[in-house]
């Protein structure tokens, strides 16, 4: 498994539904290109059972709360929201490598909010 992607949070409110998740990486090997992170199947906090859509509508928005251990994290959006791609940058705007995560990286954890406006479809 390439990490832990949990959901912390649900916010509804009238307008947009908010889900804050956190995701901490493994011991495996950071993927070229990004790791995918399929919101759909993380895990819901007790009596938040609030299910994210699977299609990714038009006016999702990505928003990272940290870095992770120093790796600037951006958003790659998928055809859904079972497919986007977390892609970490070094300081000096490189991707990382088809390799280990840090160990740094590894002992520690990136927050970001998924926003969906309501009513808004595919």
Same mark, same amino acid.
């Given at each position: ?30 993927? !070229? @290109?990004?790791?995918?992170?399929? $919101?759909?199947?993380?895990? $819901? ?14 006016? !999702?928005?990505?928003? $990272?709360?940290?870095?992770? =251990? ?6 790659? !959006? ?13 300081? =000096? @705007?490189?991707?990382? =490598? ?8 590894? =002992?520690?954890?990136?927050? $970001? ?5 309501? @009513?808004?479809?595919?």
């Amino acid at each position: 498994m390439p990490g832990t992607l949990t959901l912390v949070r649900f916010t509804p409110s009238r307008r947009i539904n908010e889900w804050e998740y956190k995701f901490v990486p493994s011991a495996t090997s950071y993927p !070229t @290109g990004g790791e995918v992170m399929d $919101f759909t199947a993380a895990a $819901f906090p007790a009596g938040q059972g609030h299910a994210i859509p699977d299609y990714v509508p038009a006016d !999702t928005q990505v928003d $990272f709360k940290d870095s992770l =251990a120093g790796y600037i994290p951006e958003w790659v !959006t998928g055809t859904t929201l079972k497919n986007g791609k977390l892609k970490l940058y070094s300081a =000096a @705007g490189t991707e990382l =490598a088809n390799a280990t995560y840090p160990a740094a990286a590894q =002992a520690d954890e990136v927050h $970001f909010t998924v926003r969906l406006k309501k @009513g808004i479809s595919q």
